[in-house]
């Protein structure tokens, strides 16, 4: 114990020492939320609109002006052609095509029903599910106004738009977006400073030094974990208000709880950068590796696509994926305010993480020294 | 060899000693002893297998073959025990850069257990002896190659092990601290502790109570200075030394 101690003081002392290394623990992911905050978002803001009139009527000029009122869409053109639409839609000049039939207003009177369609720019799929959807609000709203059924048919260009379950208008996607920006931002800071460190000291010699000394290999590795782990708690500290008072994400859940989840997933993280330290033999490789893994991980984790979305094989990958639980964690106590109850398994298996990366990690490193 | 030497018995004791890797034998079957309290002279061109036979000794790698004893405790089951009762000094420097003398000191006294006032009075003494008073609260980083070279063969001694491996430790320093180094070995040496140090200066070879010369992993030959000297007819250790080695295959080739 006593032991323990005087590393933990050498390897805070090592830390803040290094005014670059501060820096990059502490202001560069507060800078990197701010920014990755305001800029990652799935909202379209506005789209712009070829109209395809055929029916000049009354009706289909008042579907137009409400298109335009919603200021979600900005007609840039219109004719009654459909070819120059698509000629503009393959230009990039526009991003949504608006065709109505003509007899749309005669089949209204008559029927209370009609059929308009919708032809999206769907290269970007989650933006045309976006679009389509504010479209169809309007549409949907109008067909009300008039007390009639108004389908909208929808066809992407020049891919087929699938229909998104995940799609809800009313979510904020930046309280959906930002705690998950937050734990990114701390599993690659965490990870990252823990699998460079054992390897460093590897490059410089100091670890033989520390090998050959009765130091156990225990107390050697949370050493190397009580730092970090500490680091980043605060870094999440710092997230957190930057998350309250600049984007105003509901806290509807225990901060305690989410400290406590964050606690286990650490763990979890941390272990793993320091058994990659202890397999690599210089910092390059710490790095690299660290990146891959971090990269699947996030990419996996449904920061930005949905893991129900993924197929099979994803899905049963993403459960052995430790960002991704504790993205639901963070999501479903902030935003839903979940129980511990709620999240008692996802917490559960970040725990067995947690062990086994740090057992794997402890191994390794006996290994290393024999 | 001093009168502990001879009450005591042996400090280190290998035989058959021997590390491969992959085809490649390092060390190759050494046999040889350290008596206690003796400075023992390890020598051998670069490439020898020196390194390799001194962190079989200290417990960094494992022996392929071969036993061997340091201060009484079995490399294969003991490393434990080996670890409490020695000090190592590799050939890199290896106290941290970026940490000041004093909490070098103080993270190694630490580490070894040593009480707290035990460690204030021993950083204090070592900083007198070396005269690094003024600097106990520089970086270690910014000190000369030689009072860094001194500094960490004192922290090597801080728990004052029985038995004291130093590789290589004047490797790149001037004439004039090489002499002080070696002040400090015999200082260390006169305290009872063990001294087992590597070098390639043929000349600090004649300060050793006994030294083996290594060729391609092998001892080629081991003996006081004027043993070996009278044995191969040679004016020096620089002379035997060159004899053995232009038979060696690998070494200064490589």
Redesign the interface.
């Known amino acids: 114990m006593?032991?323990l101690?005087?590393?933990l003081?050498?390897e805070f002392?090592?830390v803040f020492?290094?005014r670059m290394m501060v820096t990059q623990l502490l202001l560069m992911p507060i800078i990197q939320l701010l920014l990755l905050g305001n800029a990652a978002t799935f909202e379209v803001k506005t789209s712009r609109m070829y109209v395809v009139d055929r029916d000049h009527s009354e009706t289909s000029r008042g579907l137009i002006d409400r298109m335009q009122a919603s200021r979600r869409f900005n007609v840039v053109g219109a004719s009654p052609s459909m070819d120059v639409a698509n000629d503009w839609m393959l230009r990039r000049k526009t991003d949504v095509i608006l065709s109505i039939p003509a007899d749309l207003e005669r089949d209204i009177v008559r029927t209370r029903n009609g059929a308009i369609q919708l032809v999206l720019n769907a290269e970007d799929g989650a933006a045309a599910g976006v679009t389509q959807s504010y479209a169809a609000q309007i549409i949907g709203a109008y067909a009300n106004e008039l007390g009639a059924e108004l389908m909208p048919k929808v066809s992407g260009h020049p891919i087929e738009v699938r229909a998104r379950g995940w799609y809800n208008p009313d979510l904020d996607y930046r309280d959906y977006m930002v705690p998950g920006i937050l734990v990114q931002l701390v599993t690659v800071v965490g990870t990252l400073m823990a699998a460079m460190n054992i390897v460093r000291e590897k490059e410089?010699?100091?670890l033989?030094?520390?090998?050959?000394?009765?130091?156990s290999q225990s107390t050697f590795m949370a050493a190397k974990l009580i730092p970090f782990w500490v680091i980043a708690l605060v870094e999440l500290t710092l997230g957190l208000l930057v998350a309250r008072f600049v984007f105003h994400v509901p806290m509807l859940g225990s901060i305690a709880l989410v400290f406590g989840a964050a606690a286990v997933y650490l763990i979890a993280a941390l272990g793993i950068g320091l058994f990659i330290s202890t397999l690599v033999d210089t910092q390059q490789q710490a790095m690299f590796v660290t990146f891959f893994i971090i990269m699947v991980y996030l990419l996996m984790s449904g920061l930005f696509t949905p893991v129900r979305s993924m197929p099979d094989w994803a899905q049963w990958m993403a459960q052995f994926n430790p960002v991704k639980h504790f993205i639901e964690i963070m999501r479903a106590v902030l935003l839903k305010g979940a129980t511990p109850r709620d999240v008692a398994r996802p917490i559960g298996i970040l725990a067995v993480f947690g062990v086994v990366a740090l057992t794997l990690a402890i191994r390794e490193y006996g290994r290393r020294?024999? | 060899m001093t009168a502990a030497a001879q009450i005591n018995g042996f400090a280190i004791d290998a035989q058959n000693l021997t590390r491969r890797f992959g085809s490649f034998i390092a060390v190759d079957h050494i046999t040889f002893d350290v008596k206690t309290g003796e400075v023992f002279g390890f020598l051998g061109a670069n490439g020898a297998g020196k390194t390799t036979a001194i962190k079989m000794l200290v417990g960094l790698l494992a022996p392929s073959e071969g036993v061997a004893h340091v201060a009484g405790f079995d490399v294969h089951s003991q490393r434990e025990q080996i670890r409490r009762n020695i000090g190592y000094m590799s050939q890199r420097f290896s106290l941290y850069a970026d940490l000041t003398v004093r909490e070098n000191i103080r993270l190694y006294g630490g580490i070894y257990g040593l009480p707290p006032a035990h460690i204030e009075e021993r950083t204090k003494l070592m900083l007198d002896t070396l005269g690094l008073a003024t600097n106990a609260d520089d970086l270690v980083g910014k000190l000369p190659l030689g009072w860094k070279q001194k500094l960490a063969f004192s922290v090597a001694l801080l728990h004052e092990p029985k038995i004291v491996f130093l590789d290589e430790p004047t490797g790149g320093v001037d004439p004039i601290t090489r002499r002080q180094f070696w002040e400090l070995i015999y200082a260390a040496a006169a305290r009872g502790t063990t001294v087992f140090v590597t070098t390639h200066y043929m000349d600090e070879a004649e300060y050793c109570d006994r030294i083996s010369i290594m060729v391609d992993g092998k001892i080629a030959a081991l003996g006081t200075p004027t043993e070996l000297k009278e044995r191969f007819g040679a004016d020096s250790v620089d002379d035997v030394f060159v004899r053995l080695a232009r038979g060696a295959k690998k070494g200064e080739a490589a």
């Open positions: 006593q032991t101690r005087y590393l003081r050498k002392l090592q020492r290094d410089l010699g100091t033989d030094q520390l090998s050959v000394t009765p130091l020294i024999g």
